[in-house]
């Protein structure tokens, strides 16, 4: 595996996009599901789900669930689009979508856990440990890293060393799965971590001999 020194010790992911869904960001998702209600997917609609996005990191509560942040989300896109009447039925799509994915994630976690420390690394709202919880996933856990709470973002490594101290591993010896080639895929290079991309289409991985991955359910067979 590209990057690896040594047996693999520790698997880190990132949460939205990977454990959610397989390859597709929450902004191509939501963009998906508000064009179903006809609402154009062009600039208008990036500055709405950046400006929601944005609005929503670290103010939330710790405990916020998973659904009430994609209902607040979702509400945040379709208020600056001017159609509040949408958010309720593309929230209800998009967490029907991704409480299937993650029940999924759930027991590829469930199966590498114990033979691996397993970790998840999130830019998120503050609130991932209870998402976690919520979500099934919390069980299966040795670290999930809020970027809110370390005070950094993907790529930032410092966010990367975060999870890796938690997990206590070295960065060779660990294995990051992202699907987004500028954070999660760079991040995890410059540190020197393997690193697995999970890709919805087309594309090239970032280093020549990287593992790519249409499924989180994949990685199992990757790491053997």
């Known amino acids: 595996m590209s990057g690896a020194s040594g047996p693999v010790q520790a698997v880190l992911f990132d949460f939205g996009g990977t454990l959610d869904a397989d390859g597709v960001a929450w902004k191509d998702r939501f963009r998906r599901l508000f064009a179903g209600e006809g609402i154009p997917a062009g600039e208008e609609f990036d500055r709405a789900f950046y400006g929601a996005d944005d609005a929503l990191v670290g103010s939330v509560s710790p405990e916020l669930s998973f659904s009430e942040t994609v209902a607040r989300l979702s509400s945040g896109v379709a208020e600056r689009l001017g159609r ?3 958010a309720g039925r593309v929230a209800a799509r ?49 670290a999930a890293i809020d970027s809110v709470i370390v005070r950094a973002e993907k790529p930032d490594r410092r966010i990367f060393e975060a999870a890796l101290a938690a997990v206590g591993a070295e960065p060779s010896r660990a294995l990051f799965v992202g699907d987004s080639l500028p954070r999660d895929m760079a991040g995890a290079r410059a540190l020197g971590m393997p690193h697995v991309w999970l890709r919805a289409g087309e594309g090239a991985a970032c280093c ?17």
Not at 97 to 114: C, I, K, M, Q, Y
Not at 208 to 223: Q, T
């Open 94 to 142: 998009f967490l029907e979508d991704a409480r299937a994915h993650l029940a999924r994630s759930a027991e590829v976690l469930a199966r590498l856990h114990g033979r691996y420390r397993v970790g998840i690394v999130s830019n998120f709202y503050g609130n991932l440990q209870a998402v976690c919880r919520e979500t099934g996933l919390g069980p299966h856990l040795d």
């Open 208 to 224: 020549a001999g990287d593992r790519v991955i249409g499924s989180v359910g994949e990685i199992v067979e990757v790491l053997g």
């Open 84 to 86: 509040p009447e949408a």
